[in-house]
């Protein structure tokens, strides 16, 4: 019966804090409506898409556009708070050290992200565009970009670099709770490198400086966080009782 209620109990909370994250998210949502004209017009001023002349080949393209600002909108607001009711709901099961520990973790990530996001879109974004306007030229194509298309390919670079930088923060919680230690780090940074080179070359145009300019981050990233692995196992030994 008490093992019943607690679970009753649990259930509870993960729905009250739910229905916290939902309130958020679309209370950000009509926030970004709001805001999307704004966020449109800047992004229409870039360095690259002042060049381009924007189309659109349906009578939704305008308004799939706004709900599309209004969502990146509601992502970035609700992020904080997301991580923040996960750590609420863990919180009872966690030591007062653990919890200080996790509870960097959440503006930690948000910055994270938001710094990928940033990354990928003023260095990253402006490059793939680039190339794939001068391959259209080269093909003798006329240049009709439309609004849907621009945006959908800007998202689809955008988003996976802001979570590609979350990985030294995934990183240094898996080894927190002991699935990744930085003597099977070093064992694998070859085939890190390997597979980061790839993914590098399939989201950056198909020429050596702009892979190298995306692959050099995910690099730095993977050794940044081998390094917080690193220190972090040697400040838990140091902190470690020894045997008597």
């Known amino acids: 019966m008490n093992a019943h209620e607690d679970l009753i109990g649990h259930l509870s909370e993960l729905r009250k804090r739910l229905i ?117 030229l080269n093909v003798g194509a006329v240049e009709t970009y439309g609004i849907d298309r621009y945006f959908s390919f800007m998202f689809s670079i955008v988003f996976p670099l802001g979570v590609a930088f979350e990985m030294p923060l995934v990183m240094l919680f898996l080894t927190r709770i002991g699935l990744l230690t930085p003597e099977r780090l070093t064992q694998t940074r070859k085939y890190a490198y390997v597979g980061l080179a790839i993914v590098g070359a399939c989201i950056s145009p198909p020429d050596f400086v702009s892979h190298l300019a995306v692959t050099i981050p995910l690099l730095a990233l993977f050794e940044i966080s081998a390094f917080l692995s690193r220190r972090f196992t040697k400040r838990m030994s140091s902190a470690a009782p020894s045997p008597t």
Do not use: H
Request: charged residues 10%; glycine residues 6%; proline residues 4%.
């Open 20 to 136: 916290v994250v939902s309130g958020c998210f679309l209370a950000s949502m009509c926030g970004g409506l709001y805001l999307s004209p704004f966020i449109l017009r800047y992004i229409k001023s870039g360095r690259m898409a002042d060049t381009i002349e924007w189309n659109v080949f349906s009578f939704t393209d305008g308004l799939f556009i706004y709900l599309r600002c209004a969502f990146l909108v509601a992502i970035l607001f609700t992020l904080p708070v997301l991580l923040y009711q996960l750590w609420a709901f863990v919180r009872p099961g966690l030591t007062t050290t653990e919890a200080r520990g996790t509870l960097a973790y959440v503006p930690v990530s948000f910055l994270l992200f938001l710094t990928g996001s940033a990354f990928s879109y003023y260095v990253v974004f402006p490059m793939m565009l680039q190339f794939m306007m001068e391959m259209n």
